[in-house]
């Protein structure tokens, strides 16, 4: 049973650039969040999206975007990169996107703004 | 709005011994609490989901208790071994924090041989 999955693993770039960062669902879950974990800080939950459509946001700005396929995967994009984006970002899936369903949480992709 | 704390913020103990974290968070109206593990610059592994109806939950030798009226959540680990040394992070769900995951900064553990 494949779990969650997330590319690439690790990503460099430059301030003003635009990234997108891939993630896989864990077989069977339809639910994708996005998670922003800083250094030395718990995760910030970013957004989530369920049947292709963003159902929730957390307090980020518009240059976080993101993306649900009809196959349940899922992008998440920066534009206009900041210095303060380096960050582990951290996806979690779970089976329905209601409250208290168990997350199941991705590898990570670790972006490095230079 | 739904804060977490967990207390301490690291420790370091010899292996065999017995250990207690400690997660507070401020609305008790919880559906569960989730505690994971993360390792240096990894994903989260989810260790247990307790319950608001449930008292304690068990996997190995793990053991999480739940006190919702107090807001407070333990994890306790039995015979700490080198390998468990991580990042503790626990995760309540509640109504003020439908749909996502709120986190503390965590415990990191380190357990000496």
């Known amino acids: 049973d494949a779990g969650v999955t997330q590319s690439p693993t690790h990503l460099i770039k430059t301030r003003g650039q635009q990234v997108t960062l891939r993630c896989s669902p864990k077989?069977?879950?339809?639910?994708v969040s996005w998670y922003q974990q800083a250094l030395g800080q718990g995760p910030q939950f970013i957004f989530q999206?369920?049947?292709?459509?963003?159902?929730q946001r957390g307090n980020f700005p518009d240059r976080f975007s993101g993306h649900q396929f009809p196959n349940y995967s899922s992008e998440l994009n920066v534009n206009a990169l900041l210095l303060g984006d380096s960050a582990l970002y951290l996806c979690?899936?779970?089976?329905?996107?209601?409250?208290?369903?168990?997350?199941?949480f991705g590898p990570g992709t670790r972006l490095t703004v230079t | 709005k739904q804060e977490v704390t967990q207390i301490p913020a690291a420790l370091s103990v010899p292996e065999g011994e017995n250990l207690v974290l400690n997660c507070s968070f401020t609305?008790?109206?919880?559906?569960?609490l989730q505690w994971f593990r993360q390792d240096p610059g990894k994903g989260l592994t989810s260790l247990l989901l307790?319950?608001?109806?449930?008292r304690e939950q068990t996997s190995g030798r793990l053991n999480a208790s739940l006190d919702k009226s107090s807001g407070r959540s333990t994890l306790y680990i039995a015979a700490s071994q080198p390998g468990d040394s991580a990042t503790y992070l626990c995760?309540?769900?509640?109504?003020?924090?439908?749909?996502?995951?709120?986190f503390g900064q965590g415990t990191t553990l380190q357990v000496k041989p």
């Open positions: 995760a309540p769900w509640g109504s003020s924090n439908t749909g996502k995951l709120i």
């Open positions: 077989s069977g879950h339809d639910t």
């Open positions: 979690a899936s779970s089976l329905a996107a209601g409250a208290g369903i168990e997350q199941y």
């Open positions: 307790i319950q608001s109806s449930q």
């Open positions: 999206y369920y049947e292709e459509e963003e159902r």
């Open positions: 609305d008790s109206a919880i559906y569960n």
